[in-house]
């Protein structure tokens, strides 16, 4: 059943209709509208990524992915980073042909091979080579997965939920971190070799198999109608050629994104020095569990706070809450650096404290430092959260979000890529964190023409359509789909 009516977004009081003429549709009940609902759809995605992009963050979050020495790490971050920027600026195309199902079926194993290289390490010492090459296989992974998680994310939700939805996603995403940060903790509290054991992988490597097989459980997109009954738009599987041209329309058409790429550069750029040159540098193997574990549960906290109580906070309009959301990260941004820079200042890579004297749970000085991962923890949900936040203030077509995406996941590893690899080669920590700084405070600088002049109180029906494609078939009735 369907109607042509105006629909209301109902973001805020004063705000309007973001499609004037909509068709609304009959969304399904029982347990079929349950299986459809949106916010259903975006949990499973969310739990796809916690059993794969969540175990790799455990495992990298513990610095040097649990083991002893931080280069082979760091060479196979910088690999996965190269392959991850490269791909991801096609995946948005990739995706819309492929759909978002076979990006993340195809995606997902990856991860599983990343923490089956790390696995042979610990019993082969000598096969480093193996994880620097399963890093840049796990980048073209990557690519997929992230591309097809942004773009139905960003896609189901009505315009007043999709900060909501984000924080839906981005708080399962990172129990994935947190539960895998918990495994960690729980076998090495006793340990006295500074990386983790076998048991450790193991556990990884099955939880991350088990995400392999969930992609199978999603609905179809074609299908999906959002709770204010406007139907998501097809996702389009058109010729390669004319999705290769859709990037190029999309940065002409909506030139304004480009503002966003400091900010997507920068995205986890600082990751570097959280885990590798702070995390792994300072603290002895379980502290580093435990902090990684704070570190991401966080991120849950802070995602839904920035998510369902500024971003869709519908007391206030669109553009009244992206000033909100920016000024927040803005204030943590350099509240953050500050207080990791009086920590900084009292060592260098050259004094990094043998594994005999690394800090530990129990030593007087731990509570304040466990606290900047904390706040770390915070910032970087928060961070992730608007970006995805302000792409979906952009537009509402999956097509097109799903090229943003792309773009988004191209800048972010290129950034991550190249600190990677000065990490690698031994550059000062002091270097290192300066510039991840700088781009944190620039990224958000660059962003704030975008938040002024592109977002809306709604978005417009001249921002929904990538490209018009007057080919693609129009869809079938709910009545006929049944």
């Known amino acids: 059943m369907s109607a042509t009516g105006e629909e209301k977004v109902h973001g805020s009081g004063s705000e309007t209709s973001s499609i004037e003429q909509a068709e609304i549709h009959e969304r399904p009940r029982g347990w079929r ?26 495992l990298n979050g513990l610095g040097a992915a649990g ?20 791909f991801a600026f096609f995946s948005g195309s990739v995706h819309n042909v492929l ?108 939880l991350s198999l088990t995400g392999v097989v969930l992609p199978l459980f999603l609905a179809d997109p074609y299908k999906m109608i959002r709770t204010d009954g406007t139907r998501v738009a097809p996702i389009r599987y058109p010729s390669w050629k004319t999705e290769f041209i859709s990037l190029f329309v999309a940065l002409k058409t909506d030139p304004w994104i480009v503002l966003l790429f400091p900010m997507f550069f920068a995205s986890n750029y600082f990751y570097t020095w959280q885990f590798n040159d702070y995390n792994g540098a300072l603290f002895n193997i379980r502290t580093r569990s435990l902090n990684n574990f704070v570190y991401w549960t ?32 803005v204030v943590l941004v350099f509240a953050v650096h500050l207080w990791s ?65 792309g773009f988004y996941k191209c800048f972010q590893s290129a950034g991550s890529a190249v600190v990677w690899r000065l990490d690698a080669v031994q550059k000062p920590y002091m270097d290192i964190f300066i510039s991840t700084w700088v781009l944190a405070a620039a990224g958000m600088i660059c962003a704030f023409p975008l938040v002024y002049v592109r977002v ?27």
Request: hydrophobic share 45%.
């Open 99 to 206: 759909g978002p199902r076979i990006c993340l079926l195809l995606g997902t194993w990856g991860y599983s091979l990343y923490i089956a290289s790390y696995l042979a390490t610990n019993i082969h010492p000598g096969a480093g080579d193996f994880i620097v090459v399963a890093g840049a296989i796990l980048g073209v992974c990557a690519a997929l997965i992230w591309t097809a998680e942004g773009s139905l994310m960003m896609a189901y939700p009505t315009e007043a939920q999709k900060g909501t939805f984000i924080s839906y996603f981005w708080a399962i995403f990172n129990l994935g971190s947190v539960v895998g940060s918990s495994v960690a903790f729980g076998s090495n509290y006793n340990s006295t070799a500074n990386k983790v054991g076998n048991g450790t992988y193991i556990v990884f490597l099955v």
């Open 67 to 86: 083991q002893v020495d931080a280069t082979t790490s760091a060479n196979a971050n910088s690999a996965l980073y190269a392959t991850f920027a490269f």
């Open 341 to 405: 820079y009086y920590y900084q200042l009292t060592y260098t890579r050259t004094s990094d404290p043998p594994t005999a004297v690394k800090m530990d749970i129990h030593d007087p000085g731990y509570p304040a430092h466990v606290w900047l991962m904390i706040f770390y923890g915070l910032l970087d949900s928060m961070w992730q959260t608007t970006a995805y936040w302000l792409m979906g203030a952009m537009s509402n077509d999956p097509a097109k979000l799903a090229v943003f995406t």
């Open 456 to 482: 809306k109180d709604y978005t417009e029906m001249d921002d929904e359509a990538l490209l018009a494609r007057p080919n693609v078939e129009k869809l079938p009735e709910a009545s006929e789909r049944r």
């Open 33 to 58: 509208g349950l299986y459809y609902h949106p916010a259903t759809q975006v949990c499973l995605v969310g739990f796809v990524c916690f059993m794969c992009p969540g175990m790799f963050n455990a």
């Open 298 to 329: 966080a991120q849950i906290f802070g995602s839904f706070f920035i998510g369902h109580f500024v971003l869709d906070l519908r007391r206030f309009r669109r553009r009244v809450r992206a000033f909100m959301g920016w000024s927040i990260v």
